[in-house]
Nanobody, 119 residues
Framework: QVQLVESGGGLVQAGGSLRLSCAASRSIFSINAMGWYRQAPGKQRELVARMTSGGSTNYADSVKGRFIISRDSSKNTVYLEMNSLKPEDTAVYYC?????????????WGQGTQVTVSS
């Protein structure tokens, strides 16, 4: 199992920056992938950015060039640096950990952190 604790959300003006943090309860190298998802009111949860244990990353098209996912293995923490924020980035952001064991995938979620971007 994995427990995830997020921090760093808040209110920011358009064009501003925020950094989200997600601390895991185990070594992030033992987790197949960690990522950030977001869910805006009335919309489905969507992938924002993800990093595999090997360091490969992928991003939603809407955030490419603005958001950066990174990690600090010494702290078992994954970060999401969000720059040039837009009002449409407003959402609850959730940290996700994916464990794959044989043929079964296990998803773990943080409690979510609100990001609000004002115009």
């Amino acid at each position: 199992q994995v427990q995830l604790v997020e921090s760093g959300g808040g209110l920011v003006q358009a064009g501003g920056s925020l950094r989200l943090s997600c601390a895991a309860s185990r070594s992030i190298f033992s987790i197949n992938a960690m990522g950030w998802y977001r869910q805006a009111p009335g919309k489905q949860r969507e992938l924002v950015a993800r990093m595999t244990s090997g360091g490969s990353t992928n991003y939603a098209d809407s955030v490419k060039g603005r958001f950066i996912i990174s990690r600090d293995s010494s702290k078992n923490t994954v970060y999401l640096e969000m720059n040039s924020l837009k009002p449409e980035d407003t959402a609850v952001y959730y940290c996700n950990a994916l464990l794959v064991r044989v043929t079964t995938q296990y998803n773990y979620w943080g409690q979510g952190t609100q990001v609000t971007v004002s115009s």
